[in-house]
């Protein structure tokens, strides 16, 4: 039975089917579906599609959980390129299974929340990676400078499904609940070539149900490493645990290693699983630096500076077609949204934003000077912009140029200018960290976290 976090045994309330088939829950697990906006399962139904007839779809759906009929579609496989290199396989379940998924988890979570352990982060209300982060930090401020990283490898696609249930009957009395659970877990999966494969382990990502099915799991790790008196942070599969010296660090590896392939059944990865010191270690797109002097340094990895560069370029190639606007707006959101996670980095960081910022310009520069065109053209739109016509025809006209080599002369950077792209919207990291660093950091901890760092 999940334990409380004061260690003792937690009696969750009941967790019923008529709580799940509940129209309000339905209604409410609906809308959930809906603002995620996500895409059509095998079946190719739209949430457009199940809105225009909402109320008898949910009245369908309320009565085949009640009186058993109910029965889970099909899951498409959908890969998405991961951070670190490879593909992550996705599952799409249909727009009605997810409803029914969502109205599971809404019964479901509050109680498993009640029991969770107060350091794991991902997929929590209340919780995130920041929250994740401020944590580790104290862990670190408090000595424990070495960090066992442990990845699990494939770990969604590796769940035990036998295991999974047993942790689940220990809590959920209602078998029709625990039926429509194993149906979800062994839905079949339909590939992107169409062939149909059978589902006999794992938790596939992309449903709504998968992130409480995973944190349910792993409570078990927590639960041991709290036993074991070890200070650590987990977010979703991501687990540190932080000690005192390269030595103890050694020895936790190797009995966590053991713990989780004997006792949870699933498999360490052991390439990528360290025991080093923080700073040489990416734990959320974040490095950590513990200074001599006792604070501690919140800086962007490299692998994450690199694939924002990526991006970057791939959001404003030079034979963009469209309106440099449009281009902006796209390249807006990318950085607003980056910024808003990372903006939790050290000032020390703001010179390289700077940089970030002004490669970017340049690129919008010679993407303008390309979509002009002939230097004729480029000459007249500079002097537009109140370029002297004599600095103008020299720079533009001295030699045979690339359109990224013009994109740097004089002429075109005093018309391009940083305040020409800010009237047309740019957003510069440089400009908006300070704001969304404060933001960030006036969130503290849980109350709960708070009293246990």
């Given at each position: ?12 309330s ?29 079946d190719?139904?739209?949430?457009a ?11 369908k ?89 442990i ?5 969604f ?13 220990q ?30 382990r ?23 490493l ?8 987990r ?29 949870l ?6 390439e ?22 006792g ?31 449009d281009?902006?707006q ?6 607003r ?42 000459v ?6 109140g ?16 359109w990224?080599?013009?994109?740097k ?25 300070r ?7 006036d969130?503290g ?9």
């Amino acid at each position: 039975m999940p334990k409380s976090p004061e260690g003792k045994s937690n009696a969750l309330s009941p967790m019923t089917m008529e709580e799940i088939a509940n129209d309000a829950n339905l209604r409410r697990a609906f809308r959930n579906v809906a603002a995620n906006r996500g895409a059509p399962g095998p079946d190719r139904q739209t949430i457009a599609e199940v809105r225009e007839n909402l109320d008898e779809c949910l009245e369908k759906i309320g009565q085949s959980l009640l009186n058993g009929t109910y029965r889970a579609g099909d899951v498409r496989r959908v890969w998405i390129p991961k951070a670190s290199g490879g593909q992550r396989g996705l599952g799409v379940p249909n727009v009605v299974d997810r409803i029914v998924q969502q109205a599971v988890h809404q019964v479901l979570s509050p109680q498993y929340e009640k029991a969770f352990h107060e350091w794991s982060y991902g997929f929590r209300p209340g919780r995130g990676a920041h929250t994740a982060i401020k944590q580790a930090m104290l862990h670190l401020r408090a000595g424990y400078d070495w960090v066992v990283d442990i990845d699990l490898e494939k770990f969604f696609d590796k769940v035990n499904h036998d295991r999974l249930m047993s942790r689940l009957e220990q809590s959920i009395a209602d078998r029709r609940v625990l039926s429509l659970i194993r149906q979800m877990l062994v839905a079949k999966v339909v590939m992107p070539d169409g062939v149909v494969v059978a589902t006999e382990r794992g938790t596939p990502q992309g449903g709504p149900l998968s992130p409480l099915l995973s944190n349910i799991v792993l409570d078990e790790l927590d639960r041991e490493l709290e036993a074991r008196g070890h200070r650590f942070v987990r977010y979703a599969d991501d687990c540190n645990v932080y000690v005192r010296s390269e030595r103890a660090g050694q020895r936790v590896m190797a009995s966590l290693e053991s713990f989780i392939e004997k006792r949870l059944r699933l498999k360490v990865n052991q390439e990528k699983s360290k025991v080093a010191k923080p700073q040489t270690r990416t734990f959320l797109g974040l490095t950590l630096h513990r200074l001599k002097s006792g604070p501690v340094r919140v800086l962007v990895a490299d692998s994450s500076w690199e694939r924002l560069r990526q991006r970057l370029k791939a959001l404003t190639p030079r034979n963009w077609g469209q309106s440099v606007d449009d281009c902006i707006q796209r390249v807006n959101v990318l950085l607003r949204g980056w910024l808003g996670y990372f903006a939790i980095c050290d000032e020390k960081h703001h010179p390289r934003m700077d940089r970030i910022d002004g490669h970017l310009r340049r690129r919008l520069r010679a993407l303008l000077l390309k979509q002009w065109k002939r230097k004729r053209h480029i000459v007249n739109r500079l002097k537009q912009m109140g370029v002297p016509a004599p600095l103008t025809h020299v720079d533009v006209h001295a030699r045979r140029r690339s359109w990224w080599a013009l994109s740097k002369v004089r002429a075109v950077c005093r018309g391009l200018n940083n305040e020409y792209f800010e009237r047309r919207g740019l957003y510069a990291l440089h400009a908006h960290w300070r704001g969304n660093h404060e933001r960030i950091w006036d969130i503290g901890l849980p109350p709960r976290v708070r009293q246990g760092g």
